[in-house]
């Protein structure tokens, strides 16, 4: 299949995030390297992607691109919420943060949480700066941590440090949910916990859900699979039958 966007059935919900012919170029001449190679991408509001691909196809700079955490070299990418439009090509670097501190969550490989705060204070890290955000206690219970709140970061075995990573994430109520490897440092077992809070946060929260993994098995629970190779999308399937969190294996 092409990169192509799905069709979309006329009573689909609307995107939240449109690319046409994104281009991304690092460097210049004989040693430029070409991360994304016009992508042509539509997700949809409440929607849970997987993105797969190899080392090098372009996952991260994708995402990083739809998160405001890098630009395109050309092309469009567009964001939507609640009717208004807006590029994120071209934006400035106050409103890509304003973009990131009001609508994105981000989870990462590696949690990035303050060790000598509890878990209830890594998260509140984030509320305190939101306009509308959740309790910390109610976000940890959201990932199944709620008895745990007052244990410090590194008191936590890594599958609960990137539960909070994700209860962190989420504090803020974010339109979106981008992860990027949240399983990679994880085992199997740890690992199906961690996606069983971010599928929760999906089905529970309706927050629209993008997640990298090199673990093909974990797009089984997605709604949508897009496949990625040398910069380009190259095939772009939805899950006929999806499987929970708890079913996976790898």
Same mark, same amino acid.
């Given at each position: ?12 919900? *609307? ?18 390297? /070409?991360? #994304? ?14 993105? @797969? ?27 939507? /919420? ?5 590029? +994120? ?13 009001? /609508? ?14 509890? *878990?209830?204070?890594?998260? *509140? ?14 976000? @940890?219970?959201?990932?199944? +941590? ?18 909070? *990573? ?11 949910? @981008? ?43 997605? /709604?949508?699979?897009?496949? +990625? ?13 999806? #499987?929970?969190?708890?079913? @996976?294996?790898?």
């Amino acid at each position: 299949m092409t990169d192509a966007p799905a069709a979309a059935a006329t009573s689909a919900p *609307a995107p939240v995030f449109l690319a046409r012919d994104l281009t991304k170029t690092y460097g210049e001449g004989a040693t430029a390297v /070409h991360a #994304l190679r016009g992508v042509n991408l539509d997700i949809r509001r409440g929607e849970f992607v997987v993105l @797969l691909g190899a080392s090098g196809s372009g996952k991260s700079t994708l995402l990083n691109i739809l998160g405001g955490l890098d630009s395109a070299s050309s092309g469009s990418a567009q964001w939507t /919420h609640e009717g208004s439009t807006h590029e +994120l090509t071209g934006a400035s670097d106050a409103e890509l943060t304003a973009y990131r501190r009001e /609508h994105v969550g981000f989870v990462f490989q590696f949690y990035n949480l303050i060790p000598s705060l509890t *878990a209830r204070e890594n998260v *509140a890290l984030v509320t305190e700066l939101s306009p509308q955000p959740m309790t910390p206690e109610a976000a @940890l219970d959201m990932v199944g +941590l709620g008895e745990r709140m007052n244990h410090f970061a590194s008191q936590l075995s890594g599958g609960e440090q990137q539960r909070v *990573a994700i209860a962190r994430a989420i504090a803020k109520r974010p339109a979106v949910l @981008l992860c990027d490897e949240p399983t990679g440092a994880l085992d199997c077992a740890t690992g199906v916990r961690v996606l069983e809070a971010i599928e929760r946060v999906n089905r529970e929260l309706g927050t629209t859900t993008v997640v990298i993994t090199h673990n093909a098995p974990i797009a089984q629970m997605a /709604h949508r699979v897009l496949r +990625l190779a040398d910069g380009r999308i190259v095939d772009d399937q939805p899950n006929t039958e999806r #499987l929970p969190a708890s079913a @996976l294996s790898w």
